[in-house]
């Protein structure tokens, strides 16, 4: 399996912009499709942002679609969340994940989670 470590979490106004990393070791980066997922205070953790193993392919909730972008660099073995035009509700623990195959949408792909950072969003 492959372990994760997720940083760049951080307190920030509204309208704000955050940049979150999460760097792979221990197996095969580039055979996994990547994915961001975030869990507020007494809620079920949702999907953020997901990326293909390689080559194009994104895909994004409704409520981050225009103001996040997910990317990767294989020869780095990172996966980035770039988030802009932060809002309160986008606060969360922002954890990443790694799936051996889609959907990548579904959390239940995915057999490695990060620890989480947290983002915290002022009005």
């Known amino acids: 399996q492959v372990q994760l470590v997720e940083s760049g979490g951080g307190l920030v106004q509204a309208g704000g912009s955050l940049r979150l990393s999460c760097a792979a070791s221990?197996?095969?980066?580039?055979?996994?499709?990547m994915g961001w997922f975030r869990q507020a205070p007494g809620k079920e953790r949702e999907f953020v942002a997901a990326i293909r193993r390689s080559g194009p392919g994104t895909s994004y909730a409704d409520s981050v679609k225009g103001r996040f972008t997910i990317s990767r660099d294989n020869t780095k073995s990172t996966v980035y969340l770039q988030m802009n035009n932060l809002k309160p509700e986008d606060t969360a623990v922002y954890y990443c994940g790694a799936a051996p195959s889609p959907p990548y949408s579904d959390s239940s792909r995915y057999e490695s989670w990060g620890q989480g950072t947290q983002v915290t969003v002022s009005s």
């Open positions: 221990g197996s095969t980066f580039s055979s996994y499709g």
